[in-house]
């Protein structure tokens, strides 16, 4: 019941159980702040990932949630190798032959651009911003094709072709391939947005909240094609939203995430209904729901101040601060570690309680 | 392009009322218009009347007008980082507001500034008055904007999507604090906002807005248990909750919000409507009881619908 | 009881969704949008008459017969002053028929010097804004996609070239010009040196714009995308930075092309341009201001005509392909 997840265990070849897709192994990323006005130097470092572990299995959505500044896109990043992360591992275990020279389960943190390129194959992102995720002047056939283009996929026929279905497949009408992205509506831009993602057939995709800018109705409209989506194609998703009424409706587990770290794992339900984390609480404490009668009864925990700068986060504990049960001389000096504390539920509290949240 | 096509409504004194639609739906012109901050070439106010506390707002002089903005009725907005001008204090802007408005020497213009940190929480109010915008975070900010709204004691606070620039934590905060002070103050607010959740737990009356006009109005209990109109069902279909392990499809709305250009003929919702018959294409419904007392909605099938009874997962949008 | 109360406006219903549509190509749509910019349109047949003009009308108008048998449009020698029966140089005639733009102090035709003088003003400027563009671009557009060391280096140069006082050292290198008999002739005489010349001078603002673009479309999701793609650092930014960055680059560049042009009247104004007797618009607006003052506006006028128009000309191009080139210019699809 007290296991620690260890960070920086390097497993040989195999060593990842055949249902996980990846694992994330103690995973930080820093970024240097500099000064100077000739050649700059570097006077610190702000912490946006400190050392986080987890796993996503083959076929489930793991929800990441947080706040600005913790850190949950960044993860992400650094997971795609989009940013190069600090420390830390990330183990991938690739689901295609590749026709290449791969051991059947790879590390990502530190792997070469050769192998990185091959591996964008398997994993891929949709990003949260429609209208800049897009090339302005490209059209859409050529926004689709381009991963397939870049792994040297097919004839431009065959590509053509690969692109119209896959406008089908998300919702949109083929003729539109000659279109420009400010052609269409932030809903349609996220469905293209989501084709090209599905161009190289990924394992893996990072949803980085991609139904946040989008009015309620179209987001309901994209929640229900990702979901069709992974039904139909077997994917995983890594799902990053700061919106935790979506986060519920579309993932299996869930991660919690506060000033780079995370706070509480759980399966789905169990972090909803009976939260152990007094941040886990906080937070679903304040997501509005929108039932007139349930929100007079419920009860707020307002959490006091704001989220600490990321550059200078609180010593051991970083919740210690606004944490409503805070114990001195213990939150403050002794950092609690994630513990399993129920079967599939970890919190990293030195004082855990479960929560009746309605 | 009608950004707003003839929308009434009446509020009363201490009402809070929640304007609630997506984007381009015509909510924050109308509060725009209320302010009468919309300028030609931008826009321009065709016809209607705005009337607050007997007088139409739209026939008074431009000098008058300004003793009504900030002073009568205030307003705050989505974003607190470019509502405060970057160059000057805090203290600053709080005092030149409350001069504006009240005719106090410039040492109680301090204080009732000072004050009105405090009303908002803000902790040792004094002295962070001589701090600039970018001392103050995010959540801050948007209660220093609160403060200058309340610091003349408006008879109506328009909140313009006062916390979507904010986490969610720090929204629980706001709404806290502004349904403290207007509870306290009796002080009516028009809150408006994409966010049903946010208006459940704020508002005692909601008025959904679709393409420029009010589709549906009620009281939040009412609206919110038995929609009468089918977008604003749809809307409540397509949320997800906070408090349901649904694992089905949500029942999402079809389609996308029509241009203002070219707006669709008949009801505006028709081509996204589930229940669509032919008089929706013929003629535009008016607001009309719906069975409810309190309960208006714009729809022609508003009597005989009974959305409740409908077995959502049967007419699934796509 | 609220009063409420919702009126219909009027308007057609929206089908264009989902019909099929033609393929229309990235070029038609820059020709239709180039097409819309009237000022534009009006701007490049002006100059393209001016081009043809200059460079290939004008050297080609010559009369060999003596001076006072030649009539317009022959045009006279551009060296060489007018004379009258008694072998007198015919200084300072006001336009008429056979000379509509009048005489120079030195009895040189006015019409035959602007038309030559374009020849010289348009090279300086077009050879200028092409060293600009390409040496700004590549400059830039390495800085701003390679943060560190290369960037640091690289703007230190650009602000040691902008810190440079332009008119001083173009007098100067202006006037070693011809001196330095390493360099090849057509450099050292003539609009070609002006032009490298100005072309080394005036690259910075562009780098500093090109660099401050990429450093903006670098963080852009779309490129993050390419590279979550596995695009390669060219493919990123020959085919996803640089065509954003098209329309600062291109109406930066014309803003360089008319300023080349004025600077190079400038430098022949203060008698550091291009040696005479070759004309240029700013040397003759330089002998024209000279002769205006005791009443003889003629050179000073069509000279100065000449070049403001030329440089307002290629201004109203760059802002019309700066339109053309954006994609979310809407053009109705027929």
């Known amino acids: 019941m007290t296991d620690v997840i260890q960070p920086a265990t390097i497993p040989g070849v195999g060593d990842l159980p055949s249902d996980v897709l990846i694992r994330v192994d103690g995973l930080v990323k820093e970024f240097p702040i500099k000064r100077g006005v000739f050649f700059k130097k570097q006077i610190g470092a702000v912490q946006a990932v400190s050392g986080i572990s987890f796993e996503i299995k083959s076929g489930e ?95 431009a026929e065959e590509r053509l072709e690969k692109v119209k279905d896959l406008l089908r497949v998300v919702g ?162 002794e950092e609690p570690m994630l513990r399993e504390l129920e079967p599939g539920h970890w919190a990293a509290c030195h004082y855990p309680e479960v929560q009746q949240l309605f | 392009m009608r950004a707003v096509d003839g929308v009434s409504f009446d509020m009363m004194a201490g009402e809070r009322r929640g304007v609630v639609g997506e984007s381009g739906s015509g909510k924050s012109v109308t509060a725009m218009s209320i302010m009468r901050l919309i300028e030609p070439p931008a826009g321009e106010i065709v016809t209607g009347t705005i009337e607050f506390q007997g007088q139409n707002l739209l026939a008074l002089p431009e000098d008058d007008m300004q003793d009504v903005r900030g002073g009568r009725i205030a307003m705050i907005f989505q974003d607190p980082m470019t509502s405060l001008n970057p160059v000057y204090t805090v203290g600053d802007q709080l005092i030149e507001t409350i001069m504006l408005h009240q005719h106090v020497s410039k040492h109680d213009a301090r204080r009732i500034a000072a004050d009105a940190l405090g009303d908002v929480q803000i902790p040792e109010p004094m002295a962070r008055l001589d701090d600039y ?41 706001i709404m806290d604090l502004m349904l403290k002070l207007a509870e306290d103050r009796g002080t009516a607010v028009m809150l408006i906002t994409h966010d049903l959740g946010v208006v459940a737990g704020f508002c005692d009356t909601i008025q959904v807005m679709y393409a420029g006009g009010i589709v549906e109005y009620g009281n939040a209990t009412d609206l919110f248990g038995n929609p009468q109109h089918p977008y604003t069902w749809g809307l409540l279909g397509s949320m997800t909750r906070l408090d349901e392990s649904h694992t089905e499809r949500l029942h999402s709305v079809r389609g996308a919000p029509p241009s203002l250009i070219n707006p669709p003929l008949g009801c505006r919702f028709n081509p996204r409507c589930d229940f669509v018959q032919d008089i929706c294409h013929d003629s535009y419904p008016a607001l009309r009881e719906s069975g409810r007392e309190s309960q208006i909605a714009a729809c022609h099938l508003a009597t005989e619908l009974d959305l409740n009874t409908i077995d959502v997962t049967g007419v699934v949008g796509s | 009881m609220t009063d409420l109360l919702n009126r219909p406006g009027d308007g057609a219903s929206d089908d264009a969704e989902g019909l099929a549509v033609e393929p229309i190509t990235q070029w038609d749509l820059f020709i239709a949008r180039l097409r819309r910019h009237r000022l534009a349109m009006i701007s490049s047949i002006f100059l393209f008459v001016v081009i043809i003009i200059s460079f290939v009308v004008g050297p080609l108008l010559k009369c060999d017969k003596g001076a006072t048998e030649c009539e317009f449009p022959q045009l006279w020698d551009h060296t060489q002053g007018l004379k009258d029966d008694d072998d007198r140089l015919l200084v300072n005639i006001a336009p008429r028929g056979s000379i509509p733009f009048g005489t120079d102090e030195l009895g040189r035709d006015v019409l035959t010097r602007v038309v030559r003088g374009g020849q010289a003003s348009l090279t300086v400027g077009i050879v200028t804004g092409l060293l600009v563009a390409s040496l700004g671009t590549v400059v830039g557009a390495l800085a701003g996609y390679y943060p560190g060391v290369v960037d640091q ?182």
């Open chain 2, 133 to 173: 915008p970018h001392q103050f975070s995010g959540g801050m900010r948007q209660r220093v904007m609160i403060a200058m709204g309340l610091s003349c004691n408006p008879d109506l606070l328009i909140a313009d999507e006062p916390t979507t620039a904010l986490d969610v934590t720090t929204q629980a905060q």
């Open chain 1, 61 to 155: 959505t793991l929800g990441l949630v947080g706040e600005s500044g913790s850190g949950k896109s960044t993860a992400a990043r650094c997971i795609l190798r989009l940013l190069e992360p600090t420390a830390g591992n990330v183990y991938f275990q690739k689901t295609q032959d590749h026709g290449a020279d791969l051991p059947p389960i790879v590390e990502i943190a530190h792997a070469d651009k050769q192998t990185m390129r091959i591996l964008r194959e398997e994993m891929q992102i949709v990003f949260q911003d429609p209208f800049a995720s897009l090339n302005p002047r490209m059209t859409v056939a050529s926004i689709v094709s381009e991963p397939l283009i870049v792994h040297g996929v097919g004839s």
């Open chain 3, 153 to 334: 280096a690289l703007m230190r140069f650009t602000d040691l070239i902008l810190g440079l006082p332009l008119l001083p050292v173009a007098i100067v290198v202006g006037r070693l010009l011809p001196e330095l008999t390493f360099l090849p002739d057509w450099m050292q005489s003539g609009p070609w040196g002006i032009a490298f010349l100005l072309g080394f001078l005036l690259w910075g603002s562009l780098a500093r714009i090109v660099r401050a673009e990429f450093l903006s479309l670098r963080e852009k999701e779309f490129v993050e995308a390419a590279r979550a793609a596995g695009a390669s650092d060219r493919r990123i930014i020959f085919r996803h930075i640089l065509p954003n960055a098209m329309s600062p680059i291109i109406v930066q560049t014309t803003l360089i092309i008319g300023a080349a042009i004025i600077i190079e009247a400038a430098l022949s104004f203060l008698g550091f341009g291009v040696r005479p007797p070759t004309p240029t618009w700013g040397g003759m607006a330089a002998s024209g201001a000279g002769v205006a003052v005791r009443g003889f506006w003629w050179e000073l006028v069509f000279s100065a005509s000449a070049l403001v128009m030329t440089v307002l000309a290629v201004n109203f191009i760059g802002d019309g392909l700066r339109d053309a080139l954006d994609p979310t210019q809407t053009i109705e699809r027929k």
């Open chain 1, 172 to 333: 949109l009408s083929p003729e539109h391939t000659n279109r420009y992205p400010h052609e269409f509506s932030g809903g349609q831009r996220q469905r293209i947005g989501i084709a090209r993602a599905l161009a190289l057939n990924p394992a893996l995709i990072v949803l980085d909240e991609p139904v946040s800018a989008l009015d309620v109705s179209i987001q309901a409209q994209v929640l229900n094609l990702l979901a069709d989506l992974q039904d139909e194609l077997g994917l995983t998703y890594l799902f990053i939203a700061h919106d935790l009424s979506v986060v519920r409706h579309i993932s299996d587990r869930v991660a919690v995430m506060y000033l780079g770290k995370l706070v509480e794992v759980a399966d789905r339900d169990d972090m909803y209904e009976r939260p152990m984390h007094p941040y886990s609480h906080a937070l679903l404490s304040a997501v509005p729901i929108p039932d007139p009668e349930l929100e007079l009864k419920r009860k707020r925990i307002l959490l006091e101040g704001d989220i600490p700068s990321p550059a200078n986060p609180p010593a051991a504990c970083r919740f210690h601060t606004r944490c409503p049960k805070f114990v001195e001389g213990h939150c403050d000096t």
